[in-house]
């Protein structure tokens, strides 16, 4: 299914933000922030000091000494199939937010975007992992005193079973002001694409495919990447921290459905194991990428570090 036109040539090569190749394909990390020490413990209870010290790998990127995990916020640039991609749109900036690490952010994220290429009248297609508020944020910006679409020409496209859960739930106010500033005006403009995902996953484009992936939100998805014999998946919330790959059993807080959110943990991590395939990980810290091994009774990551800025 094509979902978008462009409007200008792509650029072929940008090489300004730290990448990884996959085939043909370079893959940006656009940074935003990273995420406070409390994060952790809060978002993922059960990995605690000790268990996080029993995986000498995790550190010093994923956690540090003292056992604390590392998270960040950012999102993942691609061009594929002509097509300007951008996959979550972060926490965003100005919003008026409870949690005080994603309230009234000033980052320079446009700017980030920019020095791939990526302005915000050329992105032609934003995917939406799901409707959280830490994945949503730059899908708009304020434009004289009300939000407007930060990519007014792109097709904005999430899971039409994740939209329409949200839209029959109880929502609390905080959650309904998320809606209102981030989700409600892109629907307004008629930017919202809604897909029906399948369990076996759906083509958007040349080399870009949806996967289901069910349990931390009901429509949540994955996005998977190939380009010349390689693929890459973008794992959105189904695994937030590298931990969970030692621990799958690991579930966050914020899972709607945690013995769903597992299965669907366990069988990615099943999926990815040991065949080349590269992870990016939604939350990770840099290195954010690498190969799943098989360990024990889990995995690890090998790191994949990014090609850095400039190169
Ligand atoms: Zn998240």
């Known amino acids: 299914m094509r979902t978008a036109q462009f409007t200008e040539p792509a650029p072929s090569s940008p090489r300004a933000l730290a990448h990884w190749s996959v085939g043909e394909i370079a893959v940006h990390r656009v940074d935003e922030v990273p995420l406070p020490p409390a994060t952790g413990p809060w978002l993922l209870p059960a990995a605690t000091p000790d268990v996080v010290a029993e995986h000498e790998w995790l550190r010093p990127d994923f956690a540090g000494a003292d056992g604390v995990l590392h998270l960040d916020s950012h999102s993942f640039a691609l061009v594929v199939d002509g097509l300007r991609v951008l996959v979550d749109t972060g926490i965003g900036n100005g919003k008026t937010r409870a949690n005080p690490a994603w309230h009234d952010l000033r980052t320079d994220y446009l700017a980030r975007l920019a020095d791939i290429g990526f302005t915000p009248e050329n992105v032609d297609l934003v995917i939406l992992t799901h409707l959280h508020t830490d994945h949503v944020g730059w899908n708009t910006r304020e434009v004289d005193g009300a939000w407007a679409p930060t990519f007014p020409n792109a097709r904005y496209l999430t899971s039409k079973a994740e939209y329409e859960f949200w839209a029959a739930y109880e929502m609390d106010d905080a ?29 958007v484009a040349d080399g870009l495919r949806l996967l289901s992936t069910p349990g931390h939100t009901p429509g949540q998805i994955a996005v998977q990447v190939s380009s010349a014999g390689a693929t890459a998946l973008v ?77």
């Open 175 to 203: 959650r309904r002001g998320m809606f209102r500033d981030s989700v409600v005006p892109v629907e307004e403009a008629g930017l919202l694409d809604l897909v029906a995902v399948p369990a076996e996953g759906i083509d």
């Open 235 to 311: 794992t959105g919330d189904a695994v937030h921290h590298p931990v969970q790959l030692a621990h799958p059993e690991i579930g966050s807080c914020v899972d709607i459905d945690p013995v769903r959110a597992e299965a669907t943990r366990r069988a990615l991590l099943a999926r990815l194991a040991d065949t080349g395939g590269l992870l990016l990980g939604t939350h990770f810290p840099a290195p954010t990428a690498g190969r799943v091994v098989a360990e024990g009774d889990g995995y690890l990551l090998e790191p994949v570090v990014a090609a850095p800025a400039g190169r």
